[in-house]
């Protein structure tokens, strides 16, 4: 293998005169370009280390690393530390991390394409937080294509956050190795294709575990929505930036006919404060946010972006005299709210007034009975809403205190979707507990783990030393399994500074 990388392996200089004539390594073409199922940047880079007969992990510090743009990053790669750093948590990501990447590929492959294996060109919609925190798969897909004896690949699509469920065969994407139970990261030092980088064990056997899941409308729209960008992103010639979101609202605004920015707003029903920032141009709104913009105009965010008028259902038109202070007849009010006595599903009157373009007041005022019945009955409705709230807070509170491994409250919120302000409100007390048991349990992890990087590094200088070896920062790292500490982490320094001076080296 040191013979393979000594024949790459080159400086600055002499790969810019190489450049001008030819590739430093394959000139492998990314699979997928011009279809919705383009493979990510990872799956590229575990294939391009295949046909060099190399780990990803010797291709990135050997080859890759020496015209890596960004310090931090070149360091974390050299000393080995792909699996749990920054390049493992930010390869698919909208970030520098992926832009350094990018372009260090396409100076060793001259391929031009490369961009496509990753959402950066969508980088002013989805600023961050794009990709999901694991590397996912169809076990069902993975299958296919090797029983069909395809190249194996992994799409970008799998590891996009939003998208949950693969539209092929209607199941869930996996997370999880069906053999050693692990998440897998979306690179590794042993990262292959349709494998598991920890146990060897092939993903399509999960194949076995999974039921059908049929997709919801709302899951296709989302699905729809990512592969018209994908598919399409090769063709356009330019892309969103990060103020474009603003002058999509805008435009919204005025093809629609608003008179004013609140109208707007209340139209696509959201807190007039944060969406006024959106539209100024302050701040940008999430993925999930433009998606939902995009289905209450019945468009998908594509056409919204790139289509000269919007296409929009005219149902969701607005019309003159399409305000809430046309008058409607005092019957129909009535009617309206004999309605929503009868009706099992419990509103408040002010929903009763928005959907039917009355005011509150003139009911109030002409139907005072029919109104105080509604309200009573909503707010009957509400306390034993959170009444059910609470129960539940305090049951899964419980649950999390009982657990074998404690979690922070803050992935208990997320793993149960309870903002922390309402678990505090209800049971301050139960989530100083879950606090205190975390802190307790980091303390005992991070001692235990300090004891046993200490362990490991006295038996490396020690046994570097006895070999007449000198007990280097780079030799040690090279035999560490977490190297990355002997770099950041200040206890385990001085612990190597001790032994050292003490070897009195």
Known sequence: MSNIIGRMKDTNSQISSL?????????LEPLGIGTPFVESLSSYMSRLSNIHNLKVS?????????ILENPSLRKEVQLGTISGGITSRYINENSIVTQDYLRAFEILTCQKNIQYTTMLNWKGLFPKNVRNKYRRWCPSCLNQMKYNSEILYE??????????????????LVETCPGCKKKLGHLHAKYQVGYCQHCGFWLGECIKHIERDTISEEERFIINNYKELIEFAPTLSWYPNKLFSSFLLNKIK???????????????????????????????PSSQTLLRISKRLNTTLYKLIYNEHLEIAPTYKKSEGDECSKNIPLKEVEQRLKDAIDSEEIISLYRIAKDFCFRVQTAEKHFPLLCGELKTRYKIYKSKQRLDRKIEIETKLHDCLNKEIPISLISFSKEHGIPIKEAKRYYPSLCDKVIQRYKEYLFISKKNRYEKLKIELEMIIFDLHKRGIHPSKWEIAKRMKEPQYLSFDKNIIKIYEQIIDTLEY
């Open 19 to 27: 450049i001008r004539t030819r590739s430093v390594l394959y000139s």
């Open 58 to 66: 010797s291709l990135i510090r050997e080859v890759v690393s020496p």
């Open 155 to 172: 799409p970008l699509l799998w590891s996009l956050k939003d998208i949950k469920k693969c539209d092929i065969h209607e199941t869930k």
């Open 254 to 284: 005025n093809e629609l006919g608003f008179s004013s920015k609140r109208e707007l707003v209340r139209f696509l029903d959201y807190n007039y404060e944060t969406a006024l920032q959106w539209i100024n141009g302050e701040n940008i």
